[in-house]
């Protein structure tokens, strides 16, 4: 599939409370992203390099560089600009004077005309006399779409400060409605469930939210553009045979942390029984267990040098026991358990025999898939410090999943230890009544505060860019929570069953029953906010 160059132009304004950001919301029969409030912009097209005789104030070789790319930099913030004229309206441009258009200039009336193509906008700058200063635009961030949309996009994110005088106007084709407000008030409507917003958007606006003025955020922005990230193939091995690494391919961030040269030498499987390092003194091992809840396998991280720490020993296999013994040399000193599902703790009894170590975790709470075997030496709280040789360990309480679930952050080295609350190439199941859909997403948001570099999963590959991963799976549960409430407007009084096949029509009819454990952890999350409510077996919005 083929990946466009995109662009986005955040608008920016003063206010007496702050700065305020211009959203606009797609429509809700768009391909991408419906319903959604986003930043105005689009794909680059050819027309964007005509428009360069008509640009002052930064020259086209200076931008790329900025942007690490070998020419056309420009064009991607003339295709903001233009985007921005057509969706929202607003066209960032100085007249023969030097001075920004203002609201009565007679080229806001051939908006229209350029949004159908009728017209470009380097005829317009000839037409008009009008040059676009590029120098007020800031190169803020840099987005692909990861696989799996039915577009995908390689889009630069710049930021300027509105034009005074100009007023913003969805399109009411492509965008629907249109706000000015605060970034802090959008990233709270979104966690709320009131307002849908995706990934980029979200980070965007919590970069926005350190700033007071649109001065500061200039002068950040043209001063600290963001850094390159590798965006090329990724050589690698899989079975003894090379292979190239696309990006956001499960074992890419993982791949360039531990071959960072690029000289080929990591695997992009994950063989159980075989030791992988992964970071300084942390050896991840795999569990013979792979199946559709499990992907390759369960990881049993083993952390130290002469002196053992192993964080999640995994199932009562024979095979993979013996394994951590050997890596070990069977000197472990200690156990620390995310949470007691039977592929995670059950290896903790003959280790304890075995080894006399120390176990650390919370007990397990009723329900079927629990390890009640399991029992351990210290529950910490969250928050408190274990000591590894490998480093300092950080417990970090994360319900959802589990209501004994926990992390523990490696915090020299920035490595979460996610357990089961972000696993790699799916979603956690969050299952009623132990699972607390709710608890989940408000867990998720605390790691945030977190200084994470890398998240080391239960299941998967190292994964980098954790604070987009998170972000990911925050936008996903609520993007899923916004339409099981519309379902919910829409038939109530519902059953769950008619609420999960209206809900999931995008998921096929043979997992709704599953899907149906889903809705429920997210009508319960719902109820609590007093957003819908029970009665008679049937669901009701408030």
């Known amino acids: 599939m083929d990946i466009r160059p995109a662009a986005t132009l955040v608008l920016t304004r003063d206010t007496e409370n702050g ?3 211009l959203l606009l919301q797609r429509t809700w029969e768009a391909i991408f992203l419906p319903g959604y409030y986003v930043f105005p912009g689009g794909a680059v097209n050819e027309q964007e390099s005509a428009a360069q005789p008509h640009v002052v104030g930064v020259e086209d070789g200076d931008i790329s560089q900025t942007m690490s790319l070998d020419e056309g930099g420009a064009d991607y913030m003339l295709a903001a600009v233009r985007e921005c004229f057509e969706e929202a309206g607003i066209l960032l441009a100085q007249d023969g004077s030097g001075q920004l258009i203002g609201a009565e200039h007679p080229v806001l009336g051939e908006r229209d005309a350029l949004f159908r ?33 039915p577009r995908r996009f390689d889009t630069r994110f710049f930021v300027a400060v509105a034009p005074e005088g100009q007023r913003a106007g969805h399109d009411g084709q492509e965008t629907i409605d249109h706000v ?42 043209h001063a600290n553009p963001p850094e390159a990230f590798p965006t090329d193939p990724w050589p690698a091995l899989r079975k003894g045979k090379p292979v190239m690494l696309e990006p956001n391919a499960p074992a890419y961030d993982e791949a360039v942390k531990l071959d960072p040269e690029g000289e080929g030498t990591t695997r992009a499987e994950i ?5 992988v390092e992964v970071a300084a003194g942390v050896v991840r091992l795999t569990a013979p267990n792979p199946g559709m809840m499990t992907g390759p396998g369960t990881n049993t991280y083993i952390l130290g040098f002469e002196r053992f720490t192993v964080i999640d020993p995994g199932p009562a296999n024979e095979a993979h026991i013996e394994k951590i013994l050997e890596v070990t ?10 949470h007691t599902h039977l592929d995670h703790s059950p290896a903790v009894l003959e280790l304890k025999q075995r080894t006399g170590c120390r176990v650390f975790g919370w007990p397990a709470p009723e329900g079927a898939g629990q390890d009640q075997s399991f029992k351990a030496d210290d529950e910490p709280e969250h928050g ?24 523990f952050l490696l915090t020299d080295q920035e490595l979460l230890f996610s357990g089961d609350h972000i696993m790699q190439g799916s979603t956690v199941v969050i299952n009623p009544p132990d699972g607390d859909m709710k ?69 096929p009819a043979a997992i709704h ?6 809705a429920l952890a997210h009508l319960l999350k719902l109820e609590a906010e007093h957003r819908a409510y029970q009665s008679d077996n049937l669901w009701h919005a408030h």
Not at 440 to 468: C, K, N, T, W
């Open 271 to 275: 063989v159980p029984g075989e030791p």
């Open 513 to 518: 029953g599953l899907a149906a454990r889903s």
């Open 19 to 21: 700065i305020e950001v």
């Open 384 to 407: 408190d410090l274990i000591v590894s040789e490998a480093g300092i360990l950080k417990v970090i309480h994360t319900p959802g999943h589990a209501s004994n679930h926990l992390c």
């Open 180 to 221: 000015w407000m605060s970034p802090a008030q959008a990233l709270e409507e979104h966690r709320a469930g009131q307002r849908l917003l995706g990934l980029p958007t979200i980070r965007t606006l919590r970069v926005l939210c350190d700033f007071n003025t649109t001065a500061e955020l200039m002068r950040y922005a």
């Open 439 to 507: 608890a989940y997403v408000e867990s998720l948001y605390e790691l945030l505060d977190e200084a994470i570099r890398f998240i080391a999963p239960a299941h998967g590959f190292l994964m980098g860019q954790p604070e987009a991963v998170i972000d990911y799976l925050i936008t996903h549960r609520l993007s899923r929570e916004h339409k099981i409430f519309r379902a919910l407007e829409a038939l109530a009084p519902v059953s769950l069953k008619d609420l999960t096949a209206k809900a999931y029509d995008d998921v």
């Open 117 to 149: 193509d009728e017209v470009s906008l380097a005829q317009l700058c000839e037409k008009h006399g009008l040059v676009v200063p590029l120098d007020r635009l800031a190169y803020l961030s840099h987005w692909v779409t990861p696989p799996g949309p």
């Open 329 to 338: 040399g069977g000197v472990v000193d200690q156990v620390l358990v995310t």
